[in-house]
Each structure stands twice: as C-alpha cells, then as structure tokens.
C-alpha cells in the first residue's frame, strides 16, 4: 500500500471504530463516552492535517497566495517593483519560450516620472539584427527566472512594429516615431509632446551628478526603481556623502530633481532633509521593493516629500 493509501486508510479506520461504538450499550462497556471521545480527537486532528502532495494534486487542490509560474504574485493594489539596472541587459521571450533578444535601454518621461518605453535588441533573431525597437514597458511581465522577461507577442507581429536603426536614436521628444509606436501598440497613455516634455535614456540619467542650488555636486543619481505593468517610476536612487561614514544610498521622488534641457547634471530642487537621510540604506544593502509593508511606507514618505517640493 502506497504512503497514500496508508495515510487514507487510518482515517477509514478511525471513522469506523467511532460508528462501531456508537452501537453499543454505555451499560455494557465502561467508559465508552471515554473512548468515542478520543476517537473522535484523533480523528479531528487526522483531517484536518494536509493532504500528502501527491494526494492534494489528485485531488485537484492548489495552494493559494503563492508566485504563479509566469512570475511573482503581486496584490492588485500594489506594483512589481524593480531596479532599471536589473531591466537594462535583461533577456526576453514571448509565451511560447522564444528568445526575443534582450532590453538595451529605458526611456524616461520625467517630467510624468513614468518609463514609457523598453528598447529591445533582438540580436539577429528573424533578421532584425541591425535594427531597435521600442515597446511600451507595460507589455514586459517578470518572470520566476533572474534576469528575464516576457514579452506575449507573436514573432510575426514584431516583424511589422516599427524600428529604428542603433546609429540614429530617435530624437524622444520631437519624432514622430514614438507617435507611430503609440498607434501600432494602441497605447492607453500616448506621450503628450510639449514644452515641458523631458525623455531622456535611462543610462544618461543613472550616474549622472545631482548637483543644488549652487551648483555643486550633492549626489549622484545610482537608479531608478521602476513598476512593471504602469512604468511609474516608484523613485529615483541617490548615492549620497553623508559628513560622517561611508556612502549611502536615498530614494527620493524623480521630481525631487529637476534634469536641465543640455544640461549634464540633474539639479536637486530642494537639499536632502532629516527625513530622506531616515530613509537612506548602505550600498549593497538594497531593500525589497516588493515587500508589502516597505512599499507602503515608501509610498508614503515620497508622496510627503512631493507635497513639501511643490510648495513656492
């Protein structure tokens, strides 16, 4: 008998012996109540512990709250987060498993704090070697493996969106490409172009120097933490010299810095209070961006300190 079998077999056991002495007469066998009571203990325990594993797939049960096989599990309410230096140089397949090529580059609406875009290479595959492409980032999905994402999109369709060649990137603001890439896609969030409009890669923002008011370096600009799924940018991530101690790292609102049009340096609207040193963490030492509770109370210090910048 197989450790299933075994394992149902004592709770048919059990349930009998409990029908068995209900039939009797309490005058002929002392202590009965004593007995059915424990029999019915022991049988408790006995189903209320977990299937086997073998016996809870044959039964059809799935456990709930854990990681689909296609990535994380995420509440609705909240975003997978994730660093654009874990984005940059990541590989991507479609559903069926095919390597699409890898993402070359973000592009940064900074002025929305949204990352509209993923620039794929797809290094050759279906003869588009010597052309990029740029997706809207909501399309990417994670996945369980490090370093890979999913693109669900057929092969035959990429061959038709529209590219651009490696030695001639787009001008963001101003071409109609992005327009184009909006309209193929059916974009719910095309880019309004404007004045105010500000698209920048995400490799020229990140190790850019921030610099304040007067112009002197005050931080450098080590990432960005970006939501699969909306492309909010959750926060840019400052290394910061404090007085005392070694580096250490600060996320801060992208709108808490301000990225000049020709300009090398971002420039920092306001300097760095009591309240985002609070929230600084020592390089190497990176939080989870995906714990629940971190999130929320990320979320929260970043809106405040959104509040406190928009004040004249």
């Known amino acids: 008998m197989s450790g299933n079998g075994r394992f149902l077999h004592r709770r048919v056991v059990l349930a009998r012996c409990i029908a068995a002495a209900g039939t009797g007469r309490s005058r002929r066998f ?44 995420m509440r609705a309410d909240l975003q997978y987060l994730t660093r654009a230096q874990a984005l940059l140089g990541s590989r991507v397949k ?7 090529g ?6 940064v609406d900074t002025t929305r704090q949204v990352a509209h875009y993923a620039v794929l290479s797809f290094g050759g ?11 809207p980032i909501r399309m990417l999905r994670p996945t369980s493996a ?35 890439v909006d309209r193929y896609f059916g974009s719910a969030e095309a880019t309004q172009a404007g004045p105010t409009l500000r698209l920048l890669r995400a490799s020229e923002l990140i190790g850019s120097e921030a610099v304040d008011g007067e112009g002197k370096t005050a931080a450098k600009v080590a990432d960005l933490v970006v939501g699969l799924g909306n492309g909010r940018v959750a926060c840019a991530v400052l290394e910061v010299q ?4 070694g580096p250490v790292l600060v996320p801060v609102a992208l709108s808490a810095l301000v990225f000049p049009h020709g300009g090398n340096a971002a420039v920092l609207r306001a300097p760095l209070g009591e ?8 390089r ?23 509040v406190k910048n928009a004040r004249p």
């Not at 479609?94 to 699409?100: K, S, T, Y």
């Not at 969106?161 to 490409?177: C, I, K, L, N, V």
């Not at 404090?242 to 101690?245: C, D, I, Q, R, S």
């Not at 629940?292 to 929260?300: G, P």
């Open 125 to 135: 595959v279906l003869g588009l070697g010597d052309k990029l492409y740029a997706y």
């Open 146 to 180: 490090a370093g890979e994402l999913t693109l669900d999109m057929a092969r035959e369709r990429l061959q038709q969106a529209p590219g651009f060649s490696p030695e001639r990137w787009p001008e963001w603001g101003t071409s109609a490409y992005l327009r184009n």
């Open 275 to 282: 309240e985002a040193m609070r929230h600084a963490f020592p």
């Open 30 to 73: 002392g202590g009965l109540a004593r007995l059915r009571t424990a029999l019915a203990l022991s049988l408790s325990v006995s189903l209320a512990a977990p299937l086997p594993a073998a016996a809870a797939q044959g039964a059809g049960m799935e456990r709930s709250g854990a990681a689909s096989e296609g990535g994380p599990a």
């Open 94 to 100: 479609n559903a069926a498993g095919e390597d699409l």
């Open 102 to 107: 890898k993402v070359e580059e973000l592009v």
């Open 284 to 306: 190497g030492q990176w939080p989870n961006f995906n714990d629940e509770r971190y999130q929320r109370e990320l979320d929260t210090y970043l809106r405040d300190s959104e």
């Open 242 to 245: 404090p007085a005392e101690g």
